[in-house]
């Protein structure tokens, strides 16, 4: 699985990080990035929450 981030649509709002800041980074240019070597099997439910957390639906995962 590979989550990735449309930074056309992010707003750099910071909630995917929230949920997990392993998975989710807010880089210098104020948006987002998935560290995809982070996720886990204790931590993959943490990407569903941030996807349907992020209010613009910047994240998704490719099975
Ligand atoms: S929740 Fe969505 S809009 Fe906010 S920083 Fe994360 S990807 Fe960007």
């Not at 989710?24 to 987002?32: G, Q, T």
């Amino acid at each position: 699985m590979e989550v990735k981030i449309d930074k056309d649509l992010c707003i750099g709002c910071g909630i995917c990080e929230g949920v997990n800041s392993e998975i989710f980074e807010i880089n210098d240019d104020m948006k987002a990035v998935a560290h995809n070597e982070n996720v886990n099997d204790s931590n993959i439910s943490d990407v569903d929450e941030a996807i349907s957390s992020c209010s613009v639906s910047a994240i998704s995962k490719e099975e």
